[in-house]
Each structure stands twice: as structure tokens, then as C-alpha cells.
């Protein structure tokens, strides 16, 4: 397997969202069983801002580009949780999953995984790539620490070392009650994945969306595993090549908006769709306002490229 959206024969490759439901039901797991790195967080494009650039202003984050499929991306990650869980809240540690954030991974100029990367005061400085032990890890970022220090980069208090005493944040973080275990719910449909079995899956998040509609996870999840359903047996070379020769055609405009959202361009896959929209009629305008909704829902309530779309939607339609 190769870390890439797409696998050879240009099909979707089911690997990149599983590997995020995946590392999600680790983490439960682990913070069930009282495992968990108190000092550590998986990030992705809606929270990189948040636990990488505006965290690393009060204490340095050490960012960890991974991908699930690689034994030697899981090696750096267990040395560095390791690391960061004796540091005592020194400096955190965030987890990227290459696979289901390709488009963070390209803005951030990372040329292989595993990848450590650090920030501090929002500026994020590249570092080793590859196969890397804990004793390497420790040294490497013991240099790091001790630069920053020297620059006067660091928070005051910040020993400048790898180890050292909690800080007040990470306290307060330690001292957080225990999350509850893995969701029944994605415990089963994440062995439902597991077995490569996407309609069971699809089943367990609907059954749950239609006994909880308010459940904004669940229905988050339904619409990702559809989307991956939809897309299992899609060549994205030729899908284009349809779309672009005839664009009175829904049904290729949709899949390629499918695509696009797979691949994280929402907003060109909102702007295909409302495109389309505008050029068709009838049932045909309507199939393609249906998708653009069913799309939305791939999203978080309230994300402001919805909001956006929708008010493109109603321009398109009045």
C-alpha cells in the first residue's frame, strides 16, 4: 500500500478514512483503559489551527506526520508518546494522519512519513523524516529545545529540555475525568471495516442516526462511509474526463464532486454542483441540489464553507 488517496489503478483506496476511524477507536480504547498520553492530540485541517499554531504560543508542539499502514510511523509514535508523557507537559505532542489530511500534508512540504515537524510561537520548523528510535528522538529534540531556549523562543519557566515538570495546562489536563470507553456504535461498524464490509457499516451509523437524529457524529460518520461506498470502484482519471466532456450530465458531475471531498476541495465540489444547478433544469436541477445536500453533511454543522455554499445554492435557485 502506498500513501496516496488514490491506489494504483486510480480506484479510491478505502485506507486513508478507515486509518482515521481507526486511530480514533485507538484513542478511546486507550483513554478507557487509563493508557492515554494526557499531552497529546490528533489533528486534522479543522484543528490544526487550534492545537498546533495557537497551542504552540504557550508551549512547544511537536507535530508527528504519520501514516497508519507504515510499522515505522507507529514505532516514532509510540517513542514519542512516550517522550512526551514523561515531559510532563513541557511540549506537546500532535498526530497527523497523513492519509486522511493529504491536503495539510502538501502545505506543510512533507516529503515522507513518519515526519516530526516542531512549533513554537505559531512558526513551524521541519525536522528528521524516517525511521527514527526514542534515544534519537530525545537527542534530537533536546538540541531543539536547548536552541529555542537560547533564543529566547520559549515560555517562561520552560526547563529548554525534553523532560521536566508539568506546567499548568497540562495539570489541568491530567487531571480531566476519564473519557468513557470505544462507542458501541463504532465499535461495531469499525469491525464492519475491518472486514471490508462497507453496507454493514453504513447500516450500524443509520440505525443509530435514525434512533438519535440529533446525533451530529453518527451522522457524520454515515455520510463518510456512503461517500467511500460510492466511490469504491471509481477510476477519478476517467470520472473527469466524463464530467469535463459533458457537463449537462449529473451523474458525472456528481462523482466527481465526490472525488473532490474525498480529496478535502469542498469547495469545488460545492461549486460544481451549484454550477450544475444553474445550468440544468427539472428533475436533473434537482438530483444535483440533492447531492449538493447529502455533500453538506460531510461537513460539521455550522462549518463556514457550508454556510457559503448554501447561500450559493439559493442564488443558483432563485
Not at 517522550?83 to 512540504?109: C, H, I, M, T, Y
Not at 528528521?128 to 526514542?134: F, K, L, S, Y
Not at 467511500?228 to 458525472?252: F, M, S
Request: net charge negative.
Amino acid at each position: 500500500m502506498q500513501p496516496s488517496d488514490f491506489s494504483p489503478n486510480s480506484a479510491v483506496d478505502l485506507a486513508a478514512r478507515k486509518a482515521a476511524l481507526e486511530r480514533e477507536a485507538k484513542q478511546r480504547a486507550e483513554e478507557s483503559a487509563g493508557r492515554a498520553n494526557p499531552y497529546a492530540v490528533n489533528v486534522d485541517e479543522a484543528n490544526f489551527q487550534a492545537e498546533v499554531l495557537e497551542r504552540s504560543m504557550s508551549a512547544p508542539v511537536v507535530l508527528a506526520v504519520l501514516a497508519g499502514w507504515s510499522e515505522q510511523s507507529k514505532q516514532v509514535e509510540s517513542a514519542l508518546d512516550r517522550l512526551s508523557s514523561a515531559s510532563g507537559g513541557n511540549w506537546f505532542l500532535a498526530k497527523l494522519d497523513s492519509e486522511a489530511s493529504p491536503q495539510l500534508v502538501q502545505a506543510l512540504r512533507v516529503p515522507t512519513t513518519p515526519m516530526i515537524i516542531v512549533a513554537v510561537q505559531g512558526q513551524v520548523m521541519p525536522g528528521p523524516a524516517g525511521p527514527a528510535t526514542e534515544d534519537q528522538l530525545r537527542d534530537w529534540l533536546g538540541q531543539v529545545f536547548a536552541a529555542l531556549a537560547e533564543q529566547g523562543m520559549l515560555p517562561p519557566g520552560h526547563p529548554g529540555t525534553v523532560e521536566g515538570e508539568p506546567s499548568a495546562e497540562a495539570g489541568q489536563q491530567a487531571e480531566q475525568p476519564e473519557q468513557p470507553g470505544v462507542d458501541p456504535v463504532d465499535a461495531e461498524a469499525q469491525a464492519a471495516l475491518e472486514r471490508g464490509d462497507l453496507a454493514a457499516a453504513e447500516a450500524v451509523y443509520a440505525k443509530a442516526v435514525e434512533a438519535s437524529p440529533d446525533d451530529v457524529e453518527s451522522k457524520l460518520k454515515l455520510a463518510q462511509v456512503r461517500l467511500v461506498g460510492r466511490l469504491q470502484e471509481v477510476d477519478a482519471n476517467a470520472a473527469r474526463t466524463a464530467a469535463a466532456d459533458r457537463p449537462e450530465d449529473v451523474a458525472a458531475q456528481c462523482v466527481v464532486a465526490d472525488i473532490d471531498m474525498y480529496g478535502g476541495k469542498f469547495e469545488d465540489a460545492f461549486d460544481r454542483l451549484i454550477a450544475t444547478v444553474k445550468r440544468t433544469g427539472d428533475d436533473d436541477r434537482d438530483k444535483a441540489r440533492t447531492h449538493l445536500l447529502s455533500l453538506f453533511e460531510l461537513l460539521p454543522p455550522g462549518d463556514p464553507r457550508v454556510a457559503a455554499a448554501r447561500r450559493k445554492l439559493t442564488s443558483a435557485l432563485f
